[in-house]
């Protein structure tokens, strides 16, 4: 008799049933995936094809529960080299017909592995599409996920979700960001020194300015204006992130001291969204975002159409049609999302500043958009003596 096969961890999970709990009630059975547990946090959808990896390490995705629109995922598994930060941060993962078998060179261990060796719950084999599509017409909204002894009577799951923190109003830069202040080094000869508030930084951002020459340091969420002008920048960055940028009054005052003092600004989707702030714009929350790397959106400098990698779920209130006088001189939207004219851009025409609310750095996604690094070396490039506030 032929003794039968050992029953692998990953198969003795697919055993698991799984439960998905909209806040509106709406409910998807399933298998467990990763972790066995709960879980809760916002349900968004990412448009992506590939770069999950990049997508469960991306920081700005902290308290949310992805879920993939692609019906394959995990197919490359994952490897010790593309993640964009120290660990995984969804707060949980919807995928629907989970690779069984990871084929990639690189590839050390399958996706299920290692999101249940980091503790993140997720369910596998529910219909994505309609989930995708419930998200698109009711919008982005609270989610739990529930497996093994996590799960109980409905009513007493959705009890759980409804009580569980909205993202509007969530203050989470802090929460992602570095606790110590640390350096990249420029790559070949240094250029320029850059400032950078990390907000959620995914590490493919210091890399790409440190490609053209740039020694970026990188700076705690909370860190004062004194402190990041203590490297004596020639430019400053705000990065990505997560959460409602209408908690982020403290960047706002640091943005508009930065501005005061006339040094090159660049910011990215969170950093858009406290540029836009600083310069008197509203801020607000979409109704399911943007989310995946094949979002088209018009450069209005150029007339140039890029496809670029999004991860948004706020934006940034501006006029498109006029140029609009700011406290800090005049101000228009520079990039446009041409699925529903979002604001993806703004550019300041009296002071050093612009910024992008989509993803330049391409980890995941099409490298369209990587110009913008050298539009921020050009402006350092181009930059008067600095000055000081008021002067």
């Not at 990953?10 to 509106?24: G, K, M, N, Y």
């Not at 005061?260 to 979409?286: D, H, M, S, V």
């Amino acid at each position: 008799m032929t003794a039968a096969a050992p029953t692998t961890m990953r198969q003795r999970r697919e055993r698991v049933p799984a439960l998905l709990v909209l806040e509106d009630g709406r409910t998807f059975h399933g298998q467990a995936y990763g972790a066995v547990g709960e879980t809760f946090g916002e349900a968004v959808f990412n448009t992506g094809m590939s770069g999950y990896q990049e997508t469960l390490t991306d920081p700005s995705y902290h308290r949310q529960v992805v879920v993939m629109t692609a019906p394959q995922i995990g197919n490359t598994g994952w490897n010790d080299e593309d993640d964009e930060s120290k660990r995984i941060w969804v707060a949980g993962y919807v995928v629907r017909d989970p690779a069984r078998i990871p084929s990639n060179w690189r590839s050390r261990r399958s996706l299920d592995e290692e999101l249940a060796a980091q503790g993140v719950v997720g369910i596998s084999g529910i219909d994505t599409r309609a989930l995708t599509r419930h998200l698109r017409e009711r919008g982005a909204m609270r989610v739990g996920i529930f497996s093994g002894a996590a799960l109980a009577d409905h009513a007493e799951l959705l009890a759980k979700v409804q009580a569980s923190p909205e993202m509007k109003g969530a203050d989470l830069c802090a929460e992602v960001a570095t606790t110590e202040k640390y350096v990249v080094p420029a790559i070949g000869e240094k250029k320029f020194t850059v400032a950078a508030l990390d907000l959620g930084i995914k590490a493919m951002t210091p890399h790409r300015m440190a490609e053209r020459g740039i020694e970026v340091h990188v700076f705690p969420a909370n860190s004062t204006l004194e402190e990041l002008y203590s490297v004596d920048p020639d430019g400053v960055f705000f990065s990505n992130g997560p959460g409602d940028p209408a908690t982020a009054d403290h960047q706002v005052a640091v943005a508009q001291g930065v501005l005061e003092r006339r040094t090159p600004f660049f910011g990215i989707c969170f950093g858009n969204q406290i540029l836009g702030r600083a310069l008197g714009f509203g801020t607000y929350k979409l109704k399911y975002g943007h989310r995946g790397i094949n979002q088209p959106v018009q450069d209005r400098t150029t007339g140039k159409v890029e496809v670029t990698a999004h991860n948004h779920g706020f934006a940034v209130q501006a006029p498109l049609d006029r140029v609009s006088e700011t406290p800090y001189g005049r101000a228009e939207v520079s990039h446009v999302c041409l699925n529903d004219d979002v604001v993806e851009g703004l550019q300041c025409l009296d002071v050093p500043a612009f910024s992008v609310q989509y993803h330049p750095e391409a980890a995941a996604g099409p490298h369209d958009a990587a110009y913008l690094f050298d539009r921020f070396t050009s402006l350092m490039a181009g930059a008067p003596a600095r000055t000081t506030a008021g002067s």
